[in-house]
């Protein structure tokens, strides 16, 4: 497994700026810590947070040719903000750079940008490790990093409900994917602190 980290590691070092490389071994650092404490896999959760902005040195151009090749269905706000497919390309790339054939790793490469219904352990650990990465800084960072240790699913919403009202005031348009997971999550929360209450 060490062979594979150093391997990507150097790809990463060449591919990516300075800044993006280190925020991928932050987010390396982090899934493995978050994977820790919430019973996951800590070598999985490595993996897919050292890959998970691979695909982020694609052209916009290069990451629709590539995608259309594959019959990939783009969704309308993937076509006009063509960003939102690193994550699709980085999971294409640690699939036919590295080898990596894990479902599990890929999913959470391919979703870390939006979310999706039906998020796995490894898809929340990954989406919420590239949210609170020690480069990440401001005050809201803080209680994110905090929760995401205690409650995953409150910790997505939080994060989900940052990346909307980010994404609002740009005046761009939301991505579907986070839409639906975060009523999903949000949903799951809010019913178990119902139960909660009700004993
Ligand atoms: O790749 P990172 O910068 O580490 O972070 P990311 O993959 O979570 O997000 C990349 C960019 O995508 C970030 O600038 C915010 C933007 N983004 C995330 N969700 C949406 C979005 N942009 C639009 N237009 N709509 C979204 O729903
Ligand atoms: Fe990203
Ligand atoms: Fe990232």
Not at 79 to 89: A, M
Not at 182 to 198: F, Y
């Amino acid at each position: 497994m060490n062979g594979i980290l150093a391997e990507i590691q150097g790809y990463i070092h060449e591919k990516l700026d300075r800044e993006r490389y280190r925020h991928s071994l932050g987010v390396m650092d982090v899934s493995r810590k978050l994977a820790i404490c919430h019973g996951e896999d800590p070598e999985r959760a490595a993996l897919a947070g050292i890959l998970h902005d691979c695909g982020k040195h694609c052209s916009d151009a290069d990451a629709i040719a590539r995608l259309q090749a594959v019959g990939y269905a783009f969704n309308l706000v993937e076509r006009f903000e063509p960003e939102l497919l690193h994550g699709q390309i980085g999971a294409m790339i640690a699939r036919e750079h590295f080898h990596v054939t894990d479902p599990g790793i890929l999913s959470a490469i391919a979703c870390h940008t939006t979310g999706k219904t039906g998020m796995s352990l490894l898809d929340k650990i990954v989406y919420i490790a590239d949210y609170i990465e020690p480069g990440r800084e401001g005050d809201w960072v803080y209680p994110l990093r905090r929760v995401a240790y205690q409650d995953l699913d409150r910790c997505l919403v939080m994060c989900a409900d940052s990346t909307m009202t980010f994404v609002m005031r740009k005046g761009k348009p939301i991505h579907p994917d986070t839409v639906h997971m975060r009523n999903e999550i949000l949903m799951t929360v809010t019913r178990q602190g119902q139960g909660q209450e009700a004993e």
